[in-house]
């Protein structure tokens, strides 16, 4: 995958592209458990300049949870109170522009099966 | 200088309470050390996800009386092997079940991650270990070239210990501060797995399964019409009373092509052949991981002054086998037995600590982790040898078992024509010889 300016993404054919079903992700988000942090984000937008330049914006995409949207003034929004701790936006980000830490101790998704 | 007596102080700390964490912790605590458990999450395996199924011959390796424990498994696994979806709807199914599968305990169980795990840190806590929860291990801490604790983030929470073990699982910030490797992995090394657990009545789960009783269970990894074409696989587990239905796709495929994760699992749900066996059943819980799937080329140095780094961190995964948690097991207790042992010289300098990696050399992690080297490389450079054959094997069974009322010679061309249709021949025969090199070293 390449990253940064370079980054460009790629299309399926049409058919596998309109056989996937529109999917409301909360209504998976409401089987999580969560513990949430309501003073502190572990995630942040390192530079929102960045995002800004980013063409192809596909945290909005490919973070399971749906966790960045695009909020009404264009900047990425991040909704960290439903981060599952993957870690697919710390190294799938393009321009490695997210700053991922661990939520505080005992905060965070808290998995009842796993 | 700090007073040393006013320091928090164990024999030995382990960063992560899951299955390589408490494993290592369990083995110290044994042989009489004191030993700090420290794990993020409310409780051992809270922030863990997989298929998935535990192999009995690593926790069997490290606590010999495990069913004596009643460990919370699932059914066992007595039916594995591959199903294969096709694009209209078909489903062929290859697996095993008898044999070394009847074996009792058996070989692999079932399990929930979340639950088992509890149950594994618990072992470690009756050996004597002090497991730590709701507590986040921010960085390590240093005296010179030899780490001497780690930083938690609770307050007053520097703890100190001559040796620490990580297991901090596929985001590997500490073995980076280690200085054990100097990136991040590459997106095109990990897949994004992600799966629904399904509630289902335990009759319902027989009947659509072909499973006699709840002592039955079937585990496959599903190819073809799953992942969209892309490197991925899919997988059924089958648990008491909900099945685990999902998939892992690699992720700089999910990234490029600005796939929804979720959009691919409820594709595959809605498949002729899957959504039967999910009707009616209730989502318990859905959920996302990462698998380090580098393989050997991605791990991580191993050791260093005072410090050693087991399971996913070090990308102990062997991807094809669908291995993890076993290597995860026996790593811990190998790094385990090495901490021992380096107590017992007095010695915990990088030289002292270098016996772990001789241990995993001398075992089935490092041969294997070796001899897969360029499997994930493999995978990398032929993109379509996950959606190709699979679709392949599809097609050639539905024709061989299907009276067309033509000619059997047609026929065997027809079966033919399927596959050089997705592969030339000679790139057929490539992709096997490449493939052969990947795994057996041709």
């Known amino acids: 995958m390449k990253t940064g ?16 079903p529109d999917v409301y992700v909360d209504d998976l988000l409401v089987s999580l458990k969560y513990f949430i942090d309501e003073e502190q984000s572990h995630l942040k937008i390192k530079d929102h300049a960045v995002c800004a330049r980013c063409e192809h914006k596909p945290c909005i995409d490919f973070c399971p949870v749906g966790v960045y949207s695009l909020a009404h003034d264009g900047k990425i929004q991040v909704a960290y109170q439903a981060c599952v701790e993957c870690g697919s936006c710390r190294v799938g980000c393009p321009y490695k522009n997210i700053e991922w830490t661990l939520p505080r101790g005992g905060f965070g998704v808290a998995y009842k099966f796993g | 200088m700090n007073n040393n007596d006013e320091k928090i102080r164990f024999d030995a700390i382990v960063v992560g309470a899951g299955l390589a964490g408490s494993a290592a912790a369990m083995v110290m605590a044994r042989a009489g050390l004191n030993v700090a458990l420290i794990e993020r999450g409310q409780k051992a395996g809270g922030k ?44 062929t199914r290859m697996t095993v079940q008898g044999g070394k599968l009847a074996n009792e305990p058996a070989d692999a169980y ?51 210990a001559p040796v620490v073990i990580v297991c901090e699982g596929v985001n590997n910030l500490l073995t980076q501060k280690l200085g054990l490797i100097d990136h991040d992995l590459e997106p095109a090394h990990m897949a994004l797995a992600f799966k629904q657990v399904i509630a289902l009545p335990m009759d319902t789960i027989n009947a659509r399964f072909g499973l006699p ?22 997988f059924v587990y089958t648990n008491k009373t909900s099945v685990s239905v999902g998939l892992g796709v690699m992720l700089d495929a999910v990234v490029e092509y600005k796939l929804k994760p979720y959009e691919i699992l409820q594709r595959y749900l809605r498949h002729p052949a899957i959504a039967p066996l999910v009707k009616g059943g209730q989502l318990m819980e859905y959920g996302a991981h990462l698998i380090p799937e580098g393989g050997y080329r991605d791990m991580p ?4 002054g005072g410090a050693m780094v087991a399971g996913d961190a070090a990308s102990m995964v062997n991807a094809l086998h669908w291995e993890g948690t076993n290597m995860a097991i026996v790593a811990g207790e190998l790094a385990g037995e090495t901490a021992v042992a380096a107590h017992q010289r007095g010695d915990f300098s990088a030289q002292s600590l270098s016996q772990y990696e001789a241990r995993l050399k001398d075992r089935f992690i490092l041969q294997d982790m070796k001899q897969y080297r360029n499997f994930a490389h493999f995978l990398e450079t032929h993109p379509t040898f996950m ?31 399927s ?24």
Do not use: C
Not at chain 2, 388 to 415: H, R
């Open chain 2, 301 to 304: 140095k191993l050791y260093t």
């Open chain 2, 387 to 417: 959606d190709a054959y699979p679709g392949f094997v599809n097609d050639a069974l539905g024709q061989f078992f299907s009276a067309y009322g033509m000619p059997k010679k047609t026929l065997f061309k027809n079966i033919l024509g």
């Open chain 2, 48 to 91: 863990n996800y997989f298929g998935g199924a535990i192999y009995t011959h690593a926790i069997g390796e490290v606590l010999p009386d495990y069913m004596e424990r009643k460990p919370p498994f699932e059914r066992p696994v007595t039916e594995a092997g591959f199903w294969f979806l096709s694009k209209d709807g078909g489903l």
């Open chain 2, 213 to 234: 009783d709840d002592q039955h269970g079937l585990a496959v990894s599903v190819l073809g019409d799953v992942s969209l074409g892309l490197p991925g696989m899919g």
């Open chain 2, 110 to 160: 079932m399990a929930s991650r979340a639950v088992f795990d509890v149950w594994w840190a618990e072992q470690a806590q009756k050996a004597g270990a002090l497991l730590i929860p709701k507590t986040s291990v921010v960085d390590v801490i240093w005296d010179g070239e030899q780490v001497v604790g780690v930083k938690t983030d609770r307050a007053q929470g520097d703890v100190y």
């Open chain 1, 5 to 20: 300016d370079a980054f460009s993404v790629k299309t399926l054919p049409q058919e596998l592209q309109e056989s996937l």
């Open chain 2, 419 to 442: 596959l050089t249709s997705r592969r030339q021949l000679m790139k057929a025969v490539g992709d096997i010889l490449s493939m052969g090199r990947a795994v057996m070293g041709w």
